[in-house]
């Protein structure tokens, strides 16, 4: 055999089969296996990996979580719901140098990549290695496309794996969506801190303004954030925060998206923003805001999910200045009647004016006072008192606030309380916080429409709606539901009822002996006088003539509540219901006895502009159409089921404008326009009421202890809820002229005593019987003349002297004899 060239008989050939070759033949197939389990494993690793990888297509149809808005009826935002903070701009709305600031601080060249940066992403992958070896943060180096993929379809895990994903579904996105649509969606769902995800949110939170609205300087801060919002806060780490936006500002100039000039110009600005992240510069409305939360989450349109993320237009019935005037009367009222009980003393102590102000700090003040300062005293001599407010400030309280502190609690140095600084260089006065609280509703007795709601002194301090959730007794505001249905059962004006003593058994056998306030007797009362000043015992001998399954029966259809026990405590106001309600209940009256249903809702739209929920569900066959010339426009039922003869709704006004003109309401005559109303007491004077109405307007007013104790003797509706009623009124019907209330058109009328009543045609009083009246003797029908369990007779016109043979036993507790 031949030998290849320098091939010696000492370094023979291999022989095939021999030892070398088997060797080289296991080490191969060693080799190759390595490979085949490397390869397997690479496999199964990248099947792990993207299992579970989302499609990019998935964000073709995606919107963002967005927030819910509530506006007034005039536009006003007064509320937003969500989870996340979030106005959603659509790409078009958001300003070009807005845009290109983010572009200049996140990815210049988003326009001429394809979702990845190939550059920059492989220099950061090296980096990473070193890293993730040394156990640090793994860096970005990604595209704003990157930042959609991981933001909206992967999760912030810092691991090698997730950025492979992140640069696939980059590259796929950019072949499924617009470049545009990128950026939107990059723009509406970045984190920017205060609250606020997207630019949207973030120009309102930062800087009370629209996106449309923004300076340069303000953009380009806005996009310094991304990287890290907490970095650059612009209150706590103001200068690094002012750096950054210059560093943007410069990148743009750079970049020839602005000027040199321009450039220079933004980066001499101050950073102001707003002290914290609000929901609406409006703020007057947050129990009406709480309670439209509450019932769209009742709603089958909305719920939960819908309400927080679904981005929804709500258009509410809350008129801003009725709110404010409802806001600012029941705060003003709650705070005289709390003034009238006396100095509670002050809300902390200090031993040392070191630090004072952290120890007042952890007092929380009412939100709604934001004139209101912490203070404290820094001498308490003779009849001078100094203080030194939390803000540095000092003087002297006046001296009117001086004697009411001593004359309570006291005040002393040390004592830490609120005041309210000086307006035109006077004293400064002391202030205390109510511990009494209560409601105020005002609504359009047509409509329904829930203009004004406030359910307490403070929001901020309390967020139980007083208004709809305080169940609470009406005491007299309850009576006109009595006499309307004595009135529905064939009472008339002109028809008298006894006011005098009288006894009942009630529960266990146990006597019941209601009285009148003023605990005198007038005798026989016609419906209206009796109405007018309130008779407790007269309303006592209606119910019991007309029946109080009758009366229950009217309180549940008016929506008073939705059953009431057949007792007649319950006419005398003894039952619970809420302010809303009763308001709702009133509104019938002004409405000619049609029942409306009251609501704050009056709209709500989704994203696209589409109606899902309307509150006025009439029918409108040609509100579609377009009206030319002489063409009729359209007529609309008006909305609401017939609870009550139209004349008993006005007979009822009429006497309610009665107590206004001549029975315990008299204060409200200082409108000077057509008012009518009904006040309320409930025993031992725990809570005062008055509900009264203009005749486009019901209102009604609540005050009382959560806790439900006594107000105080003499603490009536007309001496605590009406003022509040007063000093809203004034304010809604200022520019407004007066309006009588609307008459039925069948209605007949004959004068009862000097008053024009209202009568349904038939039960009009004959002249006779109107001439005996005016002499002062009972008119009209008398179907009431009965013996009672006690042998008392009531109808006849000597019976107002007549008394219980017994003698009344003492008050309990729980006696009713109070209520007016």
């Not at 939100?367 to 001498?379: C, F, I, L, M, Y």
């Not at 006025?616 to 909305?639: K, N």
């Not at 520019?735 to 209605?747: C, G, L, S, T, Y």
Request: charged share 20%; net charge positive.
């Amino acid at each position: 055999m031949e030998r290849p060239p320098g091939q010696s008989q000492l370094n023979p050939p291999p022989v095939a089969g021999g030892p070398r070759w088997r060797g080289l033949g296991i080490a191969g197939l060693a080799a190759l296996g390595l490979i085949a389990l490397g390869a397997l494993a690479v496999g199964v690793y990248a099947a792990w990996l993207f299992h579970d990888m989302p499609d990019a297509s998935d964000l073709v149809d995606y919107h963002p979580p967005t927030a819910t808005r509530a506006y007034a009826w005039d536009g006003t935002l007064i509320g937003e719901f969500s989870r996340e903070r979030r106005i959603f701009v659509p790409y078009d709305a958001i300003p070009a140098q807005t845009a290109q600031a983010f572009l200049a601080a996140e990815d210049h060249s988003f326009f001429k990549h394809g979702g990845v940066d190939v550059g920059g992403f492989a220099r950061a992958q090296m980096k990473n290695v070193v890293n993730l070896a040394q156990g640090r943060r793994l860096e970005g180096g990604s595209t704003i496309t990157q930042q959609v993929a991981k933001n909206i379809l992967l999760s912030n895990e810092q691991t090698v794996g997730r950025k492979l994903k992140e640069a696939i579904l980059a590259s796929q996105l950019e072949q499924t969506l617009s470049k545009e649509r990128i950026l939107e969606l990059y723009m509406n769902e970045i984190w920017l801190g205060y609250r606020s995800y997207g630019v949207g949110a973030a120009a309102y939170n930062y800087f009370g303004k629209s996106v449309s609205e923004l300076t340069l300087a303000e953009s380009a801060y806005l996009a310094a954030l991304p990287k890290g919002p907490d970095n650059y806060h612009p209150i706590r780490r103001k200068a690094q925060a002012i750096a950054r936006r210059n560093w943007v500002i410069d990148q743009m100039a750079d970049l020839g998206w602005i000027t040199r000039e321009e450039a220079k110009k933004a980066m001499a600005e101050d950073l102001v923003v707003q002290a914290a992240p609000t929901r609406s510069q409006y703020r007057d409305a947050d129990y009406f805001v709480e309670e439209v939360r509450r019932i769209a989450l009742d709603m089958k349109e909305l719920g939960d999910d819908r309400l927080n993320a679904g981005g929804y237009y709500m258009r509410t019935t809350l008129d801003p200045q009725l709110q404010s005037a409802a806001k600012q009367a029941l705060m003003t009222g709650l705070e005289t009647y709390d003034r009238r009980h006396g100095w509670r003393g002050a809300f902390g102590h200090v031993t040392t004016l070191t630090g004072w102000q952290e120890v007042a700090r952890k007092t929380v003040k009412p939100r709604e006072r934001q004139d209101w300062k912490r203070a404290v005293v820094t001498g308490a001599s003779g009849g001078s008192v100094t203080v030194q407010t939390i803000d540095g400030a000092t003087g002297s309280l006046a001296g009117q606030d001086v004697s009411w502190a001593r004359a309570g609690k006291g005040i002393g140095a040390g004592d830490l309380v609120f005041v309210e600084p000086p307006k035109d260089g006077g004293p400064y006065r002391l202030k205390q916080v109510p511990a009494v609280n209560g409601a105020l509703v005002a609504m359009e007795p047509y409509s329904g429409r829930v203009v004004a709601m406030v359910g307490g002194y403070s929001f901020s301090l309390s967020s139980f709606n007083r208004a709809t959730q305080a169940l609470r007794q009406p005491g007299s505001s309850f009576k006109p539901i009595v006499y309307a249905t004595a009135l529905e059962s064939g009472y008339t004006p002109a028809s008298t009822v006894l006011d005098a003593p009288i006894t009942l058994k009630g529960y266990g056998g146990q006597d019941w002996s209601p009285e009148n306030y003023s605990r005198d007797y007038y005798g026989a009362l016609t419906l209206r006088k009796g109405l007018e000043l309130s008779r407790n015992t007269m309303t006592v001998r209606l119910a019991q003539s007309v029946g109080m399954a009758k009366i229950a029966t009217m309180a549940e259809r008016l929506g008073v509540t939705k059953k009431m026990d057949r007792v007649l405590a319950m006419a005398l106001g003894a039952g619970e219901t809420t302010t809303y309600r009763m308001a709702a209940a009133y509104s019938t009256f002004v409405n000619g006895g049609k029942l409306v249903q009251p609501h704050l809702i009056e709209m709500v739209e989704d994203r696209n502009g589409k109606v899902i929920w309307r509150a006025d569900r009439r029918p409108c066959d040609r509100c579609d159409a377009g009206f030319f010339g002489d063409a009729e426009s359209p007529r609309i039922a008006r909305t609401g089921d017939q609870v009550m003869d139209p004349i008993t709704a006005y007979q009822i006004t009429s006497m309610l404008e009665g107590v206004v003109q001549r029975g315990t309401a008299t204060q409200a005559l200082s409108v000077g326009k057509p008012l009518g109303g009904k006040t309320g007491t409930t025993n031992d004077y725990r809570s005062a009421w008055f509900m009264g109405f203009s005749p486009n307007l019901v209102v009604g007013v609540y005050i009382g202890f959560d806790d439900n104790r006594s107000l105080g003797n003499n603490e009536t509706g007309s001496v605590a809820a009406v003022p509040i009623f007063v000093d809203f009124m004034t304010q809604a019907l200022k520019d407004k002229p007066p309006v009588p209330f609307k008459a039925p058109a069948n209605a007949k009328y004959a004068m009862i005593r000097g008053i024009r009543e209202a009568f349904r045609p038939g039960t009009e009083p004959s002249v006779s019987s109107q001439a005996l009246g005016a002499a002062g003797t009972p008119s009209g029908p008398q179907p009431y003349n009965q013996v009672f369990p006690n042998g008392q007779i009531t109808g006849a016109p000597n019976a107002a002297a007549a008394v219980s043979p017994q003698a009344p036993p003492p008050k309990k507790k729980d006696d009713l004899s109070d209520l007016f």
